[in-house]
């Protein structure tokens, strides 16, 4: 299964979905990892924030068989209630154990907490963050701007001039240059 984190909006429901595999299989018995696992019993235990691993909500729970070894389970809203990670576990008889990890996060900042940082006179990156883009967009949207002597002036919150650009018009055309880091 995945080792990577998805988020998941704190106090949602979710189907959790995973392909279960033989330990073993054949005659004689080898050693698999391979072979999808069919008509198995699979218990789900789950582990909120680094919790030992228990019971779902809705008690001991088992799996349910999609297909070719592909099974699922659904939790609940009090399954996902608790921020930070969230384990899911499957385990069966003669098969490998399974494991999805999740990241519950707030619904809300989805879990990009945290402020962003006012702009600081710099002349901007042709390829910024998304945090350094997003909060420079904002800033120019937000704060004060001035104009005069054929430069166009933005400040941040604390009204210092982080960028500049020129401007000009020549009757037919006004033209503002890129920005570079004022004053």
């Known amino acids: 299964m995945a080792t990577c984190a998805g988020r998941i909006p704190q106090s949602t429901t979710i189907r959790v979905a995973f392909i279960l595999r033989l330990t073993t299989s054949g005659s004689p018995v080898v050693s698999d990892h391979y072979t999808p696992a069919t008509r198995k019993t699979v218990a789900i235990t789950i582990s ?17 068989e999609i297909a ?3 099974y699922y389970v659904d939790l609940s809203t009090t399954d996902t209630a608790t921020l930070g990670p969230l384990i899911v576990r499957g385990t069966a008889t003669t098969c490998d154990d399974v494991g999805e990890n999740f990241r519950v996060v707030d619904p809300v900042s989805a879990g990009f907490d945290g402020a962003l940082a006012d ?16 909060m ?24 210092t001039v982080v960028y500049k650009s020129a401007i000009s018009d020549d009757g037919t055309t006004a033209t503002e240059d890129e920005l570079v880091s004022g004053p």
Request: without cysteine.
């Open 68 to 70: 070719n070894g592909w």
């Open 48 to 64: 909120k924030n680094g919790a030992a691993f228990g019971n779902p909500s809705a008690g001991a729970t088992n799996a349910t």
């Open 119 to 134: 702009p600081s006179q710099a002349t901007p990156s042709a390829t910024p963050s998304w945090k350094v883009a997003l």
């Open 136 to 159: 420079a967009v904002y800033s120019a949207l937000r704060n004060k701007k001035t104009v005069g002597g054929g430069q166009k002036y933005y400040y941040n919150d604390a009204g």
